[in-house]
T-cell receptor
Framework: NAGVTQTPKFQVLKTGQSMTLQCAQDMNHNSMYWYRQDPGMGLRLIYYSASEGTTDKGEVPNGYNVSRLNKREFSLRLESAAPSQTSVYFC???????????FGEGSRLTVL | QKEVEQDPGPLSVPEGAIVSLNCTYSNSAFQYFMWYRQYSRKGPELLMYTYSSGNKEDGRFTAQVDKSSKYISLFIRDSQPSDSATYLCAMSWVDSSYKLIFGSGTRLLVRP
């Protein structure tokens, strides 16, 4: 059982380049989330999708876009990367109930 | 002021010690309280979940919530080197679409 799978695991970009982080879950979860984790800041919500076909902004959405491609997949796009977007990005999903989030292993992004 | 405050540590204890980890929060609407454990270069995984006030015990782990003081705790008894990780508190509220607000995490090191 793969759970939540994120690709790529590592990426180095130059300022101004674009890229898409991919996330897929095989647990038939309705809700999916993108968080970023920075030292001393904890996990901060970028965007989320409560159900297929809907997306909403979280705490730190500026500079990002998302697409809920289908129930399994939720992608995060950086249109013009900035050094401030250097971070570890986590995708998560939940079926609801207790709200337990299941996380992927993270995507480490460095913007030079 | 952050909504959720957590001492970043690191906290270093000898094997077998009792560990106390804490978070304070400011939003009285929080009803769901969680502790996640995160090993180095991995995604967070749910350790304990509590709804509203009270205590919950699971093996060597006890979670406490004091809503009157806006204070939550995680106790680890008979700590083991395998408990060495970063512990993140997380909170949510009713009708939040399971969006979690995380503390910044406390890094714990259990010395053999």
């Amino acid at each position: 059982n793969a759970g939540v799978t994120q690709t790529p695991k590592f990426q180095v970009l130059k300022t101004g380049q674009s890229m898409t982080l991919q996330c897929a879950q095989d647990m038939n979860h309705n809700s999916m989330y993108w968080y970023r984790q920075d030292p001393g800041m904890g996990l901060r919500l970028i965007y989320y999708s409560a159900s297929e076909g809907t997306t909403d902004k979280g705490e730190v959405p500026n500079g990002y876009n998302v697409s809920r491609l289908n129930k399994r997949e939720f992608s995060l796009r950086l249109e013009s990367a900035a050094p401030s977007q250097t971070s570890v990005y986590f995708c998560a999903s939940t079926t609801g109930g207790t709200g337990e989030l299941f996380f992927g292993e993270g995507s480490r992004l460095t913007v030079l | 002021q952050k909504e959720v405050e957590q001492d970043p540590g690191p906290l270093s204890v000898p094997e077998g010690a009792i560990v106390s980890l804490n978070c304070t929060y400011s939003n009285s609407a929080f009803q769901y309280f969680m502790w996640y454990r995160q090993y180095s270069r991995k995604g967070p995984e749910l350790l304990m979940y509590t709804y509203s006030s009270g205590n919950k015990e699971d093996g060597r782990f006890t979670a406490q919530v004091d809503k009157s003081s806006k204070y939550i705790s995680l106790f680890i008894r008979d700590s083991q080197p395998s408990d060495s990780a970063t512990y993140l508190c997380a909170m949510s509220w009713v009708d939040s679409s399971y969006k979690l607000i995380f503390g910044s995490g406390t890094r714990l090191l259990v010395r053999p």
